[in-house]
């Protein structure tokens, strides 16, 4: 784990897979997810979007991230990485590709849950009155969704790519409701049931613990994150 500063001159070709990242990122944090279930060795190298050095536009023209460099192989965007990841690190499977509709599907349920929930998640940190209703309605039918597929994982017997995907974003959601002191009780609604029986597996999960602990990242640490987010002014180490 490092950090990048804008002043700091490109590194040089690592050996092992580079993920360019930032500690609180939801795809960032997919992305490490997959890294650690497949087994593969890798860097983490922070980047700050508001202050990142003038290489990293080299690297990737968008400038954003995740982006992972391996060698002289270079690859953005989060779906991408994960396809990348799959292909090129076959060994630790995390995509069902051996079946070309459950693939469909799972890529389908990434898809719309981009599409539908991360706007509601993003928009709620800096504007919860307009967003946070829609939110919960959004995870609602991601509840009804897992309870009709009836498996414990969107990956089936165990965690998959999707559901790592997805839940670097829902991880967020406690710490939004403390950050906002958002008065939501709906562990008991009998509508997110399923919803919440996966929420509870992939908490448990031992590769999302381990980068927990790793990144110094958890519950409280991200709650005070997203105060300084919502006060205009990141802080991307908190908590260090």
């Not at 700091?8 to 997919?30: E, N, T």
């Not at 919440?196 to 448990?204: E, G, N, Q, T």
Request: proline share 6%; charged share 30%.
């Amino acid at each position: 784990m490092s950090f990048i500063e804008k002043s700091q001159p490109r590194p040089s070709k690592p050996s092992k897979v580079r993920l360019y990242s930032s500690r609180f990122d939801p795809l960032s944090a997919g992305i490490r997810y997959v890294l650690r279930a497949k087994g593969i060795e890798f860097e983490d190298c922070y980047i700050n979007l508001k202050d990142k050095p003038d290489w990293y536009n080299d690297i990737n023209p968008t400038g954003e991230i995740p982006c992972i460099e391996y060698g002289d192989e270079v690859i953005p965007e989060s779906l991408i990485i994960h396809d990348y990841l799959e292909a090129k690190f076959p060994n630790v499977k995390m995509q069902r590709t051996d079946s070309a509709y459950k693939w469909s599907k799972d890529r389908l349920f990434v898809t719309r849950f981009t599409q539908n929930v991360t706007p509601k998640i993003g928009g709620s940190i800096k504007n919860p009155d307009e967003n946070v209703d829609q939110l919960l309605a959004k995870l609602k039918k991601v509840s009804e969704i897992m309870g009709m597929r009836g498996m414990d994982y969107i990956g089936g017997d165990s965690p998959n790519y999707a559901d790592y995907y997805l839940f670097g974003w829902v991880e967020i959601i406690p710490s939004l409701k403390a950050a906002h002191d958002l008065k939501i009780d709906i562990h008991k609604d009998e509508a997110y049931k399923d919803y919440f029986a996966w929420v509870f597996r992939m908490d448990k999960d031992k590769h999302i613990e381990q980068d927990r602990v790793d990144r110094k990242v958890n519950f409280k640490t991200r709650t005070e994150f997203l105060k300084t987010v919502i006060a205009g002014s990141p802080n991307l180490k908190v908590g260090l």
